[in-house]
């Protein structure tokens, strides 16, 4: 069964970090592309980060560049999201998704998801 969990969300402050992690099973980890998306209350589901399947390629949401910092071990099947210099405005549930291939595309839908983490940034 494929299976992609995330964890790490919680509740801090304005400026601090928090690392997500996608603890993925059930398939062959390094021939997916992993995205992380987010959705904030009342606002459309939207994409934060994707890294390739082999680490190499790597992109961010404008609002998250130089903040945000995708990475993934192939040998522990996961993904990770290291957030620094949290804003409220990051406030949402985090999602990853894989997407079968060797570049992220943006355009293309995701084939499975986990269930979220909730991340709060309030004061």
């Known amino acids: 069964e494929v299976q992609l969990v995330e964890s790490g969300g919680g509740l801090v402050q304005p400026g601090d970090s928090l690392r997500l992690s996608c603890a993925a099973s059930?398939?062959?980890?390094?021939?997916?592309?992993i995205f992380w998306f987010r959705q904030a209350p009342g606002k459309e589901r939207e994409g934060v980060s994707c890294i390739s399947s082999s680490g190499v390629g790597r992109y961010y949401q404008d609002s998250v560049k130089g903040r945000f910092t995708i990475s993934r071990d192939n040998a522990k099947n996961t993904v990770y999201l290291q957030m620094n210099s949290l804003k409220s405005e990051d406030t949402a549930v985090y999602y990853c998704a894989r997407q079968f291939g060797s570049s992220c595309r943006g355009g293309d839908a995701m084939d499975n998801w986990g269930k979220g983490t909730l991340v709060t940034v309030s004061s």
């Open positions: 059930g398939f062959t980890f390094d021939h997916y592309n």
